[in-house]
Nanobody, 125 residues
Framework: VQLQASGGGLAQAGGSLRLSCTAS????????AGWFRQAPGNEREFVAG????????DYADSVKGRFTISRDNVKNIVYLEMNSLKPEDTAIYYC???????????????????WGQGTLVTVSS
């Protein structure tokens, strides 16, 4: 499965962006998916995850109440709606898929075996 992340760009603090992750194969719809981010000098960290059905989601504490993950299994797309952006949200955002579980949302980088190329989000103060 190939994943293509898009939607990054420059936003002002308090603004919004929506990221999209498009998968190349329909099998993606059976996998939990997640968004991770990596800022310069930092390790890649979990941001949000969603089960294959979309009924279960999980978020990092730093984005709860501001970010929303969702998916459209007809279009093979997972979205990350980011509101009330802060300068500390600046990072490269990666989408990922976990082929080894179904409705369990994992938060570890090593739990995911398919990764997109990343899209840069820059938030100015």
């Amino acid at each position: 499965v190939q994943l293509q992340a898009s939607g990054g760009g420059l936003a002002q603090a308090g603004g919004s962006l929506r990221l999209s992750c498009t998968a190349s194969e329909q099998t993606f719809t059976f996998y939990p998916a997640g968004w991770f981010r990596q800022a310069p000098g930092n390790e890649r960290e979990f941001v949000a995850g969603i089960s294959w059905s979309g009924t279960t989601t999980d978020y990092a504490d730093s984005v709860k109440g501001r970010f929303t993950i969702s998916r459209d299994n007809v279009k093979n797309i997972v979205y990350l709606e980011m509101n009330s952006l802060k300068p500390e949200d600046t990072a490269i955002y990666y989408c990922a898929a976990n082929s080894r579980s179904r409705n369990i949302v994992r938060i570890g980088v090593t739990d995911y075996d398919y990764w997109g190329q990343g899209t840069l989000v820059t938030v100015s103060s």
